[in-house]
């Protein structure tokens, strides 16, 4: 297990995402210096994180059940299982806000979705792929996942991330899927920064990379045997490159739909808030 890891250095898919999604964000989120320390007091949960994890690690367990125990039964007993908030991993269901519910009814229904999700993958029968990598079945302390794949990319960047399932095909190529709970997306960089990774983590080469719909059951399968890697590593490295040297005052805001789901629109100057507003609000409640 990796030690002394600086995480300022390390890059997620994630990661390089936010910053094209809202400079401002990114820049609340990790380098602010007022704000990054101690951001946890602004990122609330959310209730299709809630759906999105829970979904994902009941998969995960499902696989790690031995083939012939392999039932709906079980993946349904392992949403039960996965029922947690990210921020109160010991909390027992129902979560309330602890895990993004406004009531017990909305969280039944997330609930209720989230089953769904996991019927819709039972049907695809993919019951025994050939299983080359599978997420740790500690599922509420995941994160040494993430820390196992950190791999150096140019000077003292690294990237990382978390696979949702990598699987060995016949001809010994690696086969690396990423499960969807939400709206379909055709986002092809995310599995190619995914498959990068992997081959950087092992030594098969990736060659086909897929996407689980899980709300059409629609399996979406790119060849990556002929992608330009070197393409992919030099793309990744440029955006690693634009973030490190955007100035402070350059970390502009984005105004878009996902500002009504992002944590720090209380703090955001595009709406005319501020650190200082807040912390003043706090202060004079004092």
């Known amino acids: 297990m990796k030690d002394n890891i600086d995480f300022s250095k390390i890059y997620s898919f994630s ?12 820049y609340f ?16 949960p959310r209730d ?11 998969i995960t367990l499902f ?28 909390k027992a269901p129902p979560l309330g806000e602890a895990g993004g519910f406004k009531d017990i009814e909305h969280e039944r229904e997330t609930y209720r979705q989230s089953l769904e999700l996991l019927k819709n993958f039972f049907e695809l029968r993919d019951f025994n792929p050939p299983v080359f990598y599978l997420p ?6 995941s994160f040494d996942d993430y820390k196992a794949m950190i791999k150096p990319i140019e000077g003292n960047w690294s990237i990382s991330g978390k696979f949702d399932r990598i699987d060995k095909m016949e001809d010994g190529g690696l086969r690396v899927i990423d499960f969807k709970t939400g709206k379909n997306s055709k986002n092809t960089s995310q599995l190619e920064f995914y498959a990068l990774l992997a081959e950087m ?20 399968n790119f060849d990556f045997s002929k992608i330009d890697r070197d393409k992919i590593k030099k793309g990744i490295v440029e955006k690693i490159s634009a973030i490190e040297n955007t100035h402070k005052d350059d970390f502009h805001t984005h105004q ?14 595009a709406f005319g808030n ?6 003043n609000i706090g202060n004079n409640m004092v």
């Open 201 to 220: 983590n092992f030594p098969e080469k990736v060659k086909i990379v897929s996407f689980y719909y899980l709300d059409n059951k629609k399996i979406l």
């Open 274 to 279: 501020s650190i200082a507003s807040i912390d």
């Open 136 to 141: 740790t079945k500690n599922i509420r302390y």
């Open 15 to 26: 990661k390089l995402d936010l910053f094209d999604k809202c400079k401002k964000q990114y």
């Open 256 to 269: 878009n739909a996902l500002c009504n789901h992002c944590d720090f629109k209380v703090i955001c100057p």
């Open 48 to 58: 299709y994180k809630t759906k999105g994890s829970a979904v994902h690690n009941a």
């Open 29 to 44: 989120n990790y380098l602010d210096p007022e704000v990054a320390p101690r951001k946890k007091e602004f990122i609330k």
């Open 63 to 90: 696989y790690h059940l031995p083939l012939e125990k392999r039932s709906f039964k079980k993946l349904r007993d392992f949403l039960f299982d996965a029922w947690f908030a990210e921020n109160a991993p010991v």
